[in-house]
């Protein structure tokens, strides 16, 4: 008996230390990704359609200095200083920016969302603070980076991006200065850890990148330029230590995209996002339209009862179309009346969806929840396909493009899905039916059209166009987000159905600019 | 968020705070009591348990969209003697989550099955007083693929877990006072989703469940029918993260911290004395990222021997 004690005992520890000394450690899937290692450096991509700049030297960046001139070669043997006895974390540093610049940079922004995506905690009065630009400190935090807010920041932020990269690339072409790797082969032999290409150096399209990015930061996320801006010091590091940029290649590049960056904040500026949360006027006015039409309007299910969310939001100047369009073409027409039996029938399906939950629609309704703390559905579409374009050795202006082309998209999309829901004030299921309980969070705003219907729509649409070899997935995974959110018991079959023809229609006018950006 | 647990261990883990402690004495992983050799002992608890206040880190709060989160575990729980110093024990619980305000749909079904091998190597008497030693092995993992995401209305957190105890028992006549000290070893586990933030953004649905500790006082009186403890128990994770001030977007990963007071009684039936019931309640008195839950518990248990009697 003591012997199988012992044995007993034995395993425990085993099984106690195989269970928790075992490599716990999680590794993500962009964690330890090869260089990027673009098969087309796109060259010409400095004449490729912009979309707020009106020409590609808007901003001058001045001649560089020719490769042999003293000040260069300093500029090399700093280089070559750098790549004496690095550290592993300097090279970890290396690897994690060469792996793209555009795709860190979209992780980063996801991440930031997803923090910043709480709702504000209510007074001890019952009302609700709001997130102050002004005060940015101060608790509520901001921004509240809700879905459209979310959508709004990626799409200024991949525009600018791009716009600034195909500057970058005209000067690039112009200048035509080789990279540091390309004119001295000490430097050659100690960076492993990029691709080495023709593409010119001068200016920096990774310094364009820090600096049209950290620049829009201010607007977006203002209480985190410092993270961001530590952020940008490391990818200078990469840059350089890689011996992919010189000193002269960066300070140019960085330059360039600070003073690009300005005119997207600009537009950001005035583009009434600021005034889209409303007043308690407009609130009223909305249910009291809502009342007068003879439909039972939407009412904040949260307690204490929370204003809507952003509801002049489908006022926001938008990027692929005009307002007119916006209201004339893309706007959806009503949902069924709340007294219609259509409207019955299609309450009584939301129920028995969350009467008979299924272990697989648990999955798609989690998978797909991207609710609050997460980078919101435009981030999943922006994960999702910076996945595929992994596969694809994109080059970073290419990068930079489709995600312009997704991003602008999305937030098109997250205005035209919020007119709608504010034209229209429509209940959610739950509301009208009490004992429909949910199996993901509400949302506190009006449910026709279903969000997720329409980002999802328009994603996969621009996407479908961009990876042809893809189409078919994307629109499964779309038509999967959206049946989400009826098993979640949250949206109508209708919200879902006229979000996807609404988001599909949007992601058209991405597709028509994709076809004519000069990229294809 | 969440809640109940399966007796003995998993329990440890619910941020509502229940704690295994609180459990009637049955011959449990946390008591030192044992089975004589080829005793075999099996019965039902039902476990409730309930929150309406919890700790957001550690910023304590109420929410009315949750209004009163209840948990309630039916159990089975067989325990055997292999011989008087050596027993092995199981509980199979199946939990049913409810929120009593908002919209947010409750969830049900198996969750974790437990076994537990307790052994006595040591027992010594100097004079009236009596000192036992235990050391104690589990081992639990989830019944069923149960959501891990929806805490609180989660019926657990998917771990699976080894747990490594010791344990001294003093005694002197009917006084009894016992000390446990536990180790818990979590597996990671997987998500629905394939990416999260907690502190910074995953980009994989492997959260890295941290390990945790379980600290347990319990004395009373420890008499032939009747045993009824007081209990003092301290579960502490040993990393994890704090919810954010409103976040309703938990993951199983929570730095989730509980002390609980509470007491149980057993009793066996004079007239018939293979069986007895049990009863116990335990209430958190300060938690982190747990429910501040109050938890009863009921059951009834039959004892028997497997062939003959052994002789000792």
Same mark, same amino acid.
């Given at each position: 008996m003591k012997k199988n004690i012992f044995t007993y005992l034995l395993t425990l520890v085993v099984a106690l230390w195989v269970i928790t000394?075992?490599?716990k450690s999680i590794e993500g899937r962009t964690d330890n990704i090869s260089f990027l290692s673009p098969s087309?450096?796109?060259?010409?991509?400095?004449s490729w359609k912009l979309i707020l700049l009106?020409?590609?030297?808007s901003f001058l960046v001045a001649p560089p200095a020719a490769t042999n001139a003293p000040g260069y070669i300093g500029e090399l043997n700093e280089i070559k200083g750098l790549q004496q006895n690095l550290t592993p974390d300097q090279i970890d540093n290396i690897k994690y920016w060469t792996a793209g610049a555009v795709l860190r940079w979209n992780e980063t922004m996801r991440q930031l969302v997803a923090k910043y995506n709480l709702a504000p905690y209510q007074n001890e009065d019952g009302t609700y603070p709001f997130p102050s630009s002004a005060n940015?400190?101060?608790? @509520?935090?901001? !921004?509240?980076?809700n879905p459209p807010y979310a959508a709004r920041a990626y799409a200024y932020v991949a525009a600018a991006q791009y716009d600034a990269l195909v500057a970058c690339w005209y000067f690039k072409k112009l200048y035509n200065r080789a990279a540091p790797y390309k004119t001295d082969s000490t430097i050659n032999a100690h960076s492993g850890h990029i691709a080495k290409t023709d593409? @010119?150096?001068? !200016?920096?399209e990774d310094a364009v990148l820090a600096g049209v990015t950290a620049e829009l930061m201010k607007l977006?996320?203002?209480?985190?330029i410092g993270f961001v801006e530590q952020k940008a010091a490391d990818e200078k590091a990469s840059s350089l230590a890689s011996g992919k940029n010189t000193r002269s290649d960066w300070t140019a590049g960085e330059a360039l995209g600070r003073q690009i960056a300005t005119v997207f904040a600009a537009r950001g500026r005035t583009d009434k996002a600021g005034a889209a949360i409303g007043t308690p006027a407009i609130w009223a006015q909305m249910e009291q339209d809502c009342v007068t039409k003879g439909e039972i309007p939407w009412i904040s299910q949260e307690s204490p009862k929370r204003p809507p969310?952003?509801?002049?939001?489908?006022k926001v100047k938008t990027f692929l179309f005009d307002s007119a369009t916006l209201v004339n073409e893309v706007r959806p027409g009503a949902p069924p009346?709340?007294?219609s039996q259509q409207f019955k029938d299609e309450t009584a399906e939301v129920r028995y969806y969350t009467e008979h939950v299924t272990r697989d629609r648990m999955k798609m309704i989690d998978f797909w929840a991207?609710?609050?703390?997460?980078?919101?559905p435009p981030g999943h579409w922006n994960d999702i396909a910076a996945e595929d374009f992994l596969t694809q050795n994109f080059s970073e202006v290419r990068w930079a493009r489709n995600m312009a082309l997704l991003n602008m998209a999305m937030m098109d999309a997250a205005i035209a899905c919020w007119d709608a829901k504010y034209v229209y004030f429509n209940p959610r299921p739950s509301q009208v039916d009490?004992?429909?309980?949910?199996?993901t969070g509400l949302p506190n705003f009006p449910s026709y059209i279903s969000g997720h219907s329409t980002f999802s729509a328009a994603a996969a649409t621009i996407l479908g166009h961009l990876l042809p070899s893809r189409a078919t997935a994307y629109n499964s995974m779309a038509q999967e987000a959206e049946m989400s959110r009826l098993y979640g018991g949250i949206h109508y079959r209708s919200d879902i159905e006229v979000g996807y023809t609404v988001g599909q229609k949007v992601g058209g006018y991405a597709v028509k600019r994709a076809t004519i950006d000069g990229a294809e | 968020m969440k809640i109940f647990v399966n007796?003995?261990?998993?329990?440890?883990?619910i941020i509502a705070g229940?704690?295994?402690?609180?459990?009637?004495?049955?011959?449990?992983?946390?008591?030192?009591i044992m089975m004589n050799k080829k005793q075999f002992c099996q019965g039902v608890t039902y476990d409730y348990s309930s929150w309406d206040h919890y700790w957001e880190g550690t910023f304590k709060r109420d929410n009315e969209n949750l209004g009163t989160v209840s948990t309630q575990a039916l159990m089975y729980m067989p325990n055997y003697g292999i011989t008087n110093n050596l027993n092995v024990m199981a509980s199979v619980p199946y939990v049913w989550t409810k929120a009593s305000e908002g919209t947010l749909h409750g969830l049900e079904g198996f969750q974790d099955v437990s076994v537990f091998v307790k052994w006595r190597p040591l027992v010594k008497s100097f004079g009236k007083n009596q000192f036992s030693l235990f050391a104690i092995g589990g081992f639990s993992t989830p019944l069923s693929d149960y959501?891990?995401?929806?805490?609180?209305?989660?019926?657990?957190?998917?771990s699976t877990n080894v747990i490594a105890r010791g344990m001294i028992d003093y005694r002197r006549g009917n006084f009894t006072a016992t000390g446990s000290a536990a180790y818990i070893g979590r597996s990671n586990v997987k998500l629905d989703k394939d990416a999260y933030y907690d502190t910074e953004l995953h980009l994989t649905d492997e959260v890295d469940m941290p390990n945790q500790t379980l600290y347990q006082l319990r004395t009373g009186y420890r008499g032939k029918y009747l045993i009824a403890e007081a209990l003092l128990t301290k579960v502490t994770t040993l990393g994890g993260y704090d919810i954010t001030k409103?976040?309703?977007?938990?993951?199983?990963?929570?730095r989730m911290n509980s002390t609980t007071v509470g007491a149980s009684v057993k009793y066996t039936l004079?007239?018939?004395?293979n069986i007895s019931v049990t009863a116990g309640g335990n209430y958190t008195i300060a938690g982190r990222n747990v429910g501040q839950s109050t938890m009863f518990n009921a059951g009834a248990f039959y004892v028997f021997y497997v062939g003959k009697k052994a002789k000792s």
């Amino acid at each position: 008996m003591k012997k199988n004690i012992f044995t007993y005992l034995l395993t425990l520890v085993v099984a106690l230390w195989v269970i928790t000394a075992c490599n716990k450690s999680i590794e993500g899937r962009t964690d330890n990704i090869s260089f990027l290692s673009p098969s087309n450096i796109d060259l010409n991509a400095g004449s490729w359609k912009l979309i707020l700049l009106s020409r590609p030297d808007s901003f001058l960046v001045a001649p560089p200095a020719a490769t042999n001139a003293p000040g260069y070669i300093g500029e090399l043997n700093e280089i070559k200083g750098l790549q004496q006895n690095l550290t592993p974390d300097q090279i970890d540093n290396i690897k994690y920016w060469t792996a793209g610049a555009v795709l860190r940079w979209n992780e980063t922004m996801r991440q930031l969302v997803a923090k910043y995506n709480l709702a504000p905690y209510q007074n001890e009065d019952g009302t609700y603070p709001f997130p102050s630009s002004a005060n940015p400190f101060n608790y @509520p935090q901001f !921004p509240f980076a809700n879905p459209p807010y979310a959508a709004r920041a990626y799409a200024y932020v991949a525009a600018a991006q791009y716009d600034a990269l195909v500057a970058c690339w005209y000067f690039k072409k112009l200048y035509n200065r080789a990279a540091p790797y390309k004119t001295d082969s000490t430097i050659n032999a100690h960076s492993g850890h990029i691709a080495k290409t023709d593409l @010119p150096s001068y !200016p920096s399209e990774d310094a364009v990148l820090a600096g049209v990015t950290a620049e829009l930061m201010k607007l977006f996320f203002p209480t985190e330029i410092g993270f961001v801006e530590q952020k940008a010091a490391d990818e200078k590091a990469s840059s350089l230590a890689s011996g992919k940029n010189t000193r002269s290649d960066w300070t140019a590049g960085e330059a360039l995209g600070r003073q690009i960056a300005t005119v997207f904040a600009a537009r950001g500026r005035t583009d009434k996002a600021g005034a889209a949360i409303g007043t308690p006027a407009i609130w009223a006015q909305m249910e009291q339209d809502c009342v007068t039409k003879g439909e039972i309007p939407w009412i904040s299910q949260e307690s204490p009862k929370r204003p809507p969310q952003l509801p002049l939001f489908g006022k926001v100047k938008t990027f692929l179309f005009d307002s007119a369009t916006l209201v004339n073409e893309v706007r959806p027409g009503a949902p069924p009346a709340t007294s219609s039996q259509q409207f019955k029938d299609e309450t009584a399906e939301v129920r028995y969806y969350t009467e008979h939950v299924t272990r697989d629609r648990m999955k798609m309704i989690d998978f797909w929840a991207d609710g609050v703390a997460t980078p919101t559905p435009p981030g999943h579409w922006n994960d999702i396909a910076a996945e595929d374009f992994l596969t694809q050795n994109f080059s970073e202006v290419r990068w930079a493009r489709n995600m312009a082309l997704l991003n602008m998209a999305m937030m098109d999309a997250a205005i035209a899905c919020w007119d709608a829901k504010y034209v229209y004030f429509n209940p959610r299921p739950s509301q009208v039916d009490p004992d429909i309980k949910t199996l993901t969070g509400l949302p506190n705003f009006p449910s026709y059209i279903s969000g997720h219907s329409t980002f999802s729509a328009a994603a996969a649409t621009i996407l479908g166009h961009l990876l042809p070899s893809r189409a078919t997935a994307y629109n499964s995974m779309a038509q999967e987000a959206e049946m989400s959110r009826l098993y979640g018991g949250i949206h109508y079959r209708s919200d879902i159905e006229v979000g996807y023809t609404v988001g599909q229609k949007v992601g058209g006018y991405a597709v028509k600019r994709a076809t004519i950006d000069g990229a294809e | 968020m969440k809640i109940f647990v399966n007796n003995v261990l998993a329990v440890a883990i619910i941020i509502a705070g229940i704690v295994s402690g609180g459990r009637a004495s049955a011959q449990t992983d946390l008591d030192a009591i044992m089975m004589n050799k080829k005793q075999f002992c099996q019965g039902v608890t039902y476990d409730y348990s309930s929150w309406d206040h919890y700790w957001e880190g550690t910023f304590k709060r109420d929410n009315e969209n949750l209004g009163t989160v209840s948990t309630q575990a039916l159990m089975y729980m067989p325990n055997y003697g292999i011989t008087n110093n050596l027993n092995v024990m199981a509980s199979v619980p199946y939990v049913w989550t409810k929120a009593s305000e908002g919209t947010l749909h409750g969830l049900e079904g198996f969750q974790d099955v437990s076994v537990f091998v307790k052994w006595r190597p040591l027992v010594k008497s100097f004079g009236k007083n009596q000192f036992s030693l235990f050391a104690i092995g589990g081992f639990s993992t989830p019944l069923s693929d149960y959501v891990i995401e929806f805490i609180p209305m989660s019926i657990g957190l998917g771990s699976t877990n080894v747990i490594a105890r010791g344990m001294i028992d003093y005694r002197r006549g009917n006084f009894t006072a016992t000390g446990s000290a536990a180790y818990i070893g979590r597996s990671n586990v997987k998500l629905d989703k394939d990416a999260y933030y907690d502190t910074e953004l995953h980009l994989t649905d492997e959260v890295d469940m941290p390990n945790q500790t379980l600290y347990q006082l319990r004395t009373g009186y420890r008499g032939k029918y009747l045993i009824a403890e007081a209990l003092l128990t301290k579960v502490t994770t040993l990393g994890g993260y704090d919810i954010t001030k409103n976040n309703g977007q938990l993951y199983p990963n929570l730095r989730m911290n509980s002390t609980t007071v509470g007491a149980s009684v057993k009793y066996t039936l004079k007239s018939f004395t293979n069986i007895s019931v049990t009863a116990g309640g335990n209430y958190t008195i300060a938690g982190r990222n747990v429910g501040q839950s109050t938890m009863f518990n009921a059951g009834a248990f039959y004892v028997f021997y497997v062939g003959k009697k052994a002789k000792s």
